[in-house]
């Protein structure tokens, strides 16, 4: 009895099947990650929906365990639900850090588009500006801003965006720089096109997606940086629900009610490593496109 021989052909086909399998699923597993960052933004939209009770109103016994009478958390030491205090900490949280990143992209790829774009005294000036900053201990700088400015949501924000900006600078610098040695960005110069139009239409294009991985990689050190500020009591004031803040105030219960202090550092991690996948993500998703 013959033995049916698989084609030359088929059997190429079947090794392009079977090695495309693990690329379709890195990308998949890639766009999922991806995909955290906009889950948690809508949650952090609808929290005030899903949150099952006021923060700030206690509304049972205090220091009462996870799980007991309905609360899925446990109560702090006034009562309050830990489970809607985390839930709105991680959204004060998260759009907190989503406004450093829209800042500092903002504040920092228009310095760096700048000096790329017009070289010369005063790429040299502005980077030696941005140099400065980076120089500085970045959280030392940020508590030292707050402390000028003196504690609360607004005061935190503008600090630590005041220390951010410069990565992003010299990112965008270096990104624009190259490009402008492009034959293309020559051609369009020689053409007679404007400085402003060689740098919006010609240039800053080619900085965005690496900028973006780059702010995408920041969210979980933000998330980190912040609830440190607030630990540190640098944040909010009480009776406000902050992750930092609350894990700070609620320390001393950490023996006997080890819940009151450890969920609100867990909300910290559980956005820190969303912010962490989501941003290798969206990287190997570039390197990939």
Not at 8 to 21: E, I, N, T, V
Not at 215 to 238: K, N, R
């Amino acid at each position: 009895m013959a033995i049916a021989v698989p084609a030359p052909a088929l059997l190429r086909s079947r090794a392009k099947r079977m090695s495309a399998l693990p690329k379709d699923r890195a990308l998949i597993v890639n766009w999922l990650g991806v995909s955290l960052l906009l889950l948690v933004t809508v949650i952090a939209v609808a929290v005030p929906l899903l949150a099952p009770h006021d923060p700030l109103v206690p509304v049972g016994m205090p220091l009462q365990a996870p799980g007991k009478n309905g609360f899925l958390l446990g109560t702090d030491s006034v009562g309050r639900d830990i489970l809607s205090r985390v839930l709105f900490g991680i959204r004060s949280s998260w759009f907190a850090a989503l406004v450093v990143v829209g800042v500092g992209l903002l504040i920092g790829g228009l310095v760096g588009l700048i000096a790329g774009a017009t070289g010369g005294w005063l790429d040299a000036t502005l980077m030696r500006i941005t140099d400065g900053f980076l120089s500085l201990p970045a959280p030392v700088l940020a508590i030292a801003v707050v402390a000028a400015l003196g504690p609360g949501f607004v005061h935190t924000l503008i600090a630590v965006s005041i220390v951010w900006w410069p990565f992003y600078a010299r990112l965008v610098r270096g990104e624009v720089a190259r490009l402008a040695a492009r034959p293309h960005v020559e051609a369009a110069r020689l053409a007679g096109v404007g400085p402003v139009r060689v740098a919006t239409r010609h240039l800053l294009p080619g900085a965005v997606p690496n900028a973006l991985v780059a702010a995408s990689l920041d969210l979980g050190t933000l998330i980190l940086t912040l609830a440190a500020l607030s630990f540190l009591g640098l944040g909010q004031s009480a009776p406000a629900p902050e992750l930092g803040a609350d894990a700070a105030r609620n320390l001393s219960y950490f023996l006997q009610q080890w819940w009151v202090p450890v969920m609100p550092g867990l909300g910290v991690l559980v956005l820190a490593v969303i912010g962490n996948v989501a941003g290798d993500s969206l990287r190997n998703l570039m390197k990939t496109s």
